[in-house]
């Protein structure tokens, strides 16, 4: 076992863990963060994606060792008390979801999109979620949202 030492939306949490746990386990069998899911095993959906020190990753091709002394911020720690974040009602207000797999870590991938690009045009969103898969909204309402959320606040970014 390895003694880690990680801040998960703003809590420290100091575990024992298997040297070859993943993080997205780590996440949601140690911490019950179960808001990121798993939903493949080739690293390829994004459903896993959460923030690591602000920056968007999918959790389950990294170690839970790996984010030893880093910070963490998954679709749990995203609203500000009752609060949703700009990006969490956008995806509301535009329908973007249907069966809301894949929507925690769309949402998380869409942050980090508007970082990067506070103003992307719609080429520039479908390119910076094109590591997140939808196999239900065909990705209209999905794109919409995250124009709206970049179209409605400057602070849609905050993280981590
Ligand atoms: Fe991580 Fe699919 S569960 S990319
Ligand atoms: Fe079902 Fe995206 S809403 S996978």
Do not use: W
Not at 118 to 131: C, M, S, V, W, Y
Request: charged share 20%; glycine share 10%; proline share 3%.
């Amino acid at each position: 076992m390895s003694k880690i030492s990680v801040t998960v939306d703003g809590m420290k949490n100091e575990d024992d863990v298997e040297p070859r746990m993943l993080l997205v386990h780590y996440l949601r069998d140690v911490l019950g963060k179960t808001g990121t899911v798993v939903g493949c095993d080739t690293s390829n959906c994004g459903a896993c994606t959460v923030h690591l020190d602000g920056k968007a990753i999918k959790s389950c091709t990294m170690l839970a060792v790996q984010a030893d002394g880093h910070e963490v911020l998954t679709i749990e720690g995203l609203a500000d008390g009752g609060e949703l974040h700009p990006m969490q009602r956008a995806f509301h207000e535009k329908h973007a979801l249907q069966c809301g797999y894949c929507t925690p870590g769309m949402i998380m991938a869409a942050i980090d999109l508007l970082n990067e690009n506070p103003n992307p045009d719609e080429q520039e969103i479908r390119e910076g979620i094109e590591g997140n898969l939808c196999r239900c909204t065909g990705y209209q309402n999905i794109v919409e949202a995250i124009k709206h959320a970049a179209g409605n606040s400057s602070s849609v970014g905050a993280s981590s």
